[in-house]
């Protein structure tokens, strides 16, 4: 939302304020309400105001601490008060007045009072720089689920860091230059881990980390939190599973509608934003405690309306929700909205080309919340990965006693995958009860990256540019004791998920709004992780505990379905962008460049529209979000 950047001379050379100022007009989009410089001596500092919450109004920053120590912070507290006793001014008042402190003083408070276990305790969607000048280091760190971005480039006698990308590339002598292991993560299905970065030399920190530099180009790295795998939670009834999910829903909610205006929802007729909608509109509508203080916030949805493809509308149910608690709905017309509609227009941004398939929709969607006045615009993107998805624990249902639903779920898969009864007891049941007792070294390895490439996608260039052989967030999973908490984890923490939401941060903070997604909430995750995976989700029973966590606040639950747009996807390839994509394909500077092989690439293309079937499909996503990239940024390097 707001933007942070700065340069550190460990050299003592003086930072130019010119510099630093060219960096933050580089994303002027960052501070609509203000930019904010401290430039003394070696020490460049940049503060953009993108004002969301009450107590950001008028803020100023870096807020500056004992012995010249100076934080900048991008950031939403969750747990205000679990600090308010340690920041200056009675009851956590700024300085000596009655303003409640801002979220950046309460945190560095919390920092400077315990360095080592702070950042583990701070809730909420933050990234922050922390000069000390007694140390003469640099702190930087990103929250847990990577909902606010942060970057870095450590020199011999200098430190640069940025919010955006291009902050970075805006200051003087730092190179451009395409770093090809970004793009072959990219081309193997946009699955490009958190930490790297498309520009050489450029780094980012990891969700959940620290990163410590000092004189001499020394950096020291430590994650300060992640879910702890031996964190187990065991109920006796559903009931309780539901009880506990209901509470962190409305914690989440409440902490994410502290802000100092109105907020939009896109609101789909699935169950992750009617959620978001319902638990909105329910706190609204009983004036529950905890509201901002200028009371609870006006709600407004924005949904996607079909005429032409009526198995992708779900107004429906959107509109069941919306009644119900009271809330506007503006309709966006899908014919006007389709993928690659207008192009070069809606194209991804200088930083990378990670794009999202329907961005005209996403896009009109964030520039009618910024038109009605916005503080925040809400997105679902994580429910599904934390409560559905692919996750199957037959086993665990076996465990529990569970035997009449074990047989109905295996009925099903074996007509789902057409396997046979063999087969599905050896994948579902034998195999997860022996990974719980192999070690991890001598588990079956899930499929290797390059193995999830196209055809078309040059192998000799997946394996020039060091591709490894498993994927960062697989191996993380290993620390789960069973295969469905390791999917699970896979689902949740999965690179495609940590890129779509810095997607959306940037996108929503260039039209001034904040994004936010109450399903990304660190205790969720934790939540989620600690379950027996049967209590959130079955074959039979499809998110099943947050339909029944929502029980009374959702309207008819059972309604929310899940409706994958695919069909406009297919059906605009073929139609009206046909022309467009072939361009792309044809003239490929991806293919100039070696990334893509066009003659297999042209073959795939033709294959596709000579069927009308949508099972022949191929990831065409990944390559034509990068070609445009390439097109609209390194054309002419």
């Known amino acids: ?368 919340s910024a038109a009605d006045g916005a503080s925040v615009l809400f997105h679902g993107t994580r429910g599904d990965l934390m409560f559905g998805g692919t996750v199957v624990d037959i086993y665990g249902l076996l465990l529990s006693g569970r035997l009449g639903q074990v047989r109905t779920e295996l009925g099903l898969l074996r007509r789902y995958e057409n396997l046979s009864r063999a087969a599905v007891l050896l994948r579902y049941v034998v195999a997860p009860g022996f990974s719980r007792i192999i070690p991890p070294a001598l588990r079956r390895c899930r499929g290797r990256p390059i193995d999830s490439a196209e055809a078309h996608v040059s192998r000799s260039f997946l394996v020039r540019s060091g591709l490894p052989d498993r994927d960062p967030v697989d191996i993380d999973s290993e620390s789960r004791w069973d295969e469905s908490g390791r999917e699970r984890y896979r689902h949740v923490y999965t690179s495609l998920v940590m890129g779509a939401v810095v997607f959306l941060d940037r996108l929503c903070a260039l039209r001034g709004v904040g994004f936010s997604d109450p399903w990304s909430d660190r205790r969720i995750a934790d939540f989620a992780l600690a379950c027996p995976q049967h209590a959130l989700h079955c074959v039979t029973d499809q998110k099943r505990l947050p339909r029944r966590a929502l029980d009374g606040m959702l309207p008819d639950p059972r309604a929310a379905r899940k409706i994958v747009p695919a069909p406009l996807y297919y059906h605009v390839l073929r139609s009206c962008v046909r022309p467009t994509v072939q361009e792309l394909i044809t003239n490929a500077r991806a293919a100039e460049l070696g990334f893509v092989d066009r003659v297999i690439l042209s073959e795939q293309w033709d294959s596709f529209l000579s069927s009308s079937n949508d099972a022949v499909t191929f990831d065409l996503w990944s390559t034509l979000s990068l070609e445009i990239w390439l097109r609209n940024h390194w054309a002419q390097r």
Request: net charge negative.
């Open 1 to 368: 939302m707001s933007g942070i950047c700065g340069i550190i001379h460990f050299d003592g050379a003086p930072v130019s304020r010119a510099e630093v100022l060219r960096m933050a007009n580089a994303a002027p989009h960052r501070g609509p309400h203000g930019t904010f410089i401290h430039c003394e001596g070696s020490v460049g500092l940049v503060y953009q105001s993108l004002e969301i919450t009450p107590e950001s109004v008028g803020e100023r920053q870096p807020v500056a601490g004992p012995a010249g120590s100076l934080l900048l912070a991008d950031a939403r507290l969750d747990n205000r008060g679990d600090f308010a006793a340690h920041a200056s001014g009675a009851g956590g008042a700024r300085g000596g007045d009655e303003r409640p402190a801002t979220d950046a003083e309460l945190m560095l408070a919390e920092l400077l009072r315990d360095p080592e276990g702070g950042p583990a305790r701070i809730l909420g969607d933050f990234a922050w720089a922390l000069w000390d000048p007694r140390s003469c280091e640099l702190r930087l760190a990103r929250d847990a689920m990577g909902m606010r971005a942060l970057y870095y480039r450590v020199e011999p006698n200098r430190v640069l860091f940025a919010t955006e990308v291009k902050q970075i590339l805006a200051a003087d002598r730092v190179p451009r230059k395409l770093n090809e292991l970004a793009v072959a993560w990219h081309l193997t299905g946009m699955q490009t881990p958190p930490g790297v970065v498309f520009y050489e030399g450029i780094d980012a920190v990891l969700p959940g980390e620290e990163v410590r530099v000092g004189p001499g180009a020394r950096v020291h790295r430590r994650i300060f939190w992640r879910p702890d795998p031996r964190h187990r939670i065991r109920y006796r009834r559903d009931e309780e599973y539901a009880e506990h999910l209901r509470e962190l829903l409305i914690d989440a909610m409440r902490a994410r509608l502290r802000t100092k205006g109105p907020v939009g929802v896109s609101l789909s007729g699935g169950l992750d934003s009617g959620t978001i909608a319902s638990v909105a509109g329910w706190l609204r509508e009983r004036n529950a405690p905890g509201a901002p203080a200028g009371g609870w916030p006006e709600i407004r949805a924005y949904t996607w309306a079909f005429t032409e493809l009526p198995q992708c509308d779900e107004r429906e149910n959107a509109y069941r929700i919306a009644n119900h608690y009271g809330i506007p709905v503006q309709e966006i017309p899908a014919e006007e909205t389709y993928p690659l509609v207008n192009y070069p227009a809606h194209g991804p941004d200088e930083d990378d080309p990670f794009m999202s398939m329907f961005q005209p929709f996403v896009d009109t969607v964030a520039d009618s």
